[in-house]
T-cell receptor, first 123, second 106 residues
C-alpha cells in the first residue's frame, strides 16, 4: 500500500510563493511506471491537474499554470515538492499529491492519493 | 487532452441503476478513468482504462465506452454511493478532469 502525505504552511500571503511537500512511503519513488503528481481542488469546485514529475526530474505542467509552477523530486528522501509563485486568492484550494500510473498505454491515471492539505491565500 | 463533459447531477433511489456519462473528442483515442469523492475525503480511483475495476472496488461499479462517450454505471445503488464522481483522461504529458457529477441517493 502506497501512502502519500502532503505538508505545507496552510496560509500564504498574496504575491508570495508557496511550497508544498509530499512524502511517499510503501512505494518506490524511482519506479519506472509512475509519475508523481499534484492536483488541486478549489472550495466547492472540481479537480485540476497541476503537473507531474518523473523520478529523473523531468516534469510537465498544466499549461494554465506552467509559468508559475515547479515540481521537483528527491527520490533519495522519498518526497517530491510543488512550488507556485505569485499566488492569489484564486490559488486557495486543497492540494493533493498523487501517484500517476503509466504503462503500455497512452496517458496515466491516479491510483493513490494523499489526504490533501488546505492552502489559503490571504493577507 | 481536451475538455470532458459530465452532467452536474444524477439522482436515483436505492437499488436502482445510476448512469453517469463523460464525453469528449479526445476519448476516441484516450482512456478514461473514474474517481469517487465523498465529502471531506480525497478522491478514490474506481475504474481505470475505460472499464477496468480494481479488486477492492465493489462489483456494482462498471463502465463502458462508445466512441467519444464513456458511461459509469452503478448497479443497485446504495446510500454509501452518494458522492461526487469525476472522469479523467490524459495524453502523454497532460491530464484533464471532467467537471464532476454529484450522485444523490434519494
Amino acid at each position: 500500500q502506497v501512502l502519500l502525505q502532503e505538508s505545507g504552511p496552510g496560509l500564504v500571503k498574496p504575491s508570495q510563493p508557496l511550497s508544498l511537500s509530499c512524502s511517499v512511503s510503501g512505494g518506490f519513488i524511482g519506479g519506472l511506471d509512475y509519475y508523481w503528481s499534484w492536483i488541486r481542488q478549489s472550495p466547492g469546485k472540481g479537480l485540476e491537474w497541476i503537473g507531474y514529475v518523473y523520478y529523473t526530474g523531468s516534469a510537465y505542467y498544466n499549461p494554465s499554470l506552467e509559468s508559475r509552477v515547479t515540481i521537483s523530486v528527491d527520490a533519495s528522501k522519498r518526497h517530491f515538492s510543488l512550488e507556485l509563485t505569485s499566488v492569489t486568492a484564486a490559488d486557495t484550494a486543497i492540494y493533493y499529491c498523487a501517484r500517476a500510473h503509466v504503462g503500455d498505454f497512452t496517458g496515466f491515471y491516479f491510483d493513490f492519493w494523499g489526504r490533501g492539505t488546505l492552502l489559503t491565500v490571504a493577507s | 487532452s481536451s475538455e470532458l463533459t459530465q452532467p452536474p447531477s444524477v439522482s436515483v433511489s436505492p437499488g436502482q441503476t445510476a448512469r453517469i456519462t463523460c464525453s469528449g473528442d479526445a476519448l476516441a483515442k484516450q482512456y478514461v478513468h473514474w474517481y469517487q469523492q465523498k465529502p471531506g475525503q480525497a478522491p478514490v480511483m474506481i475504474i481505470y482504462k475505460d472499464t477496468e475495476r480494481p479488486s477492492w472496488i465493489p462489483g456494482r461499479f462498471s463502465a463502458s465506452s462508445s466512441g467519444t462517450t464513456v458511461t459509469l454505471t452503478v448497479t443497485g445503488v446504495q446510500a454509501e454511493d452518494e458522492a461526487d464522481y469525476y472522469c479523467q483522461s490524459a495524453g502523454p504529458n497532460n491530464a484533464v478532469f471532467g467537471g464532476g457529477t454529484k450522485l444523490t441517493v434519494l
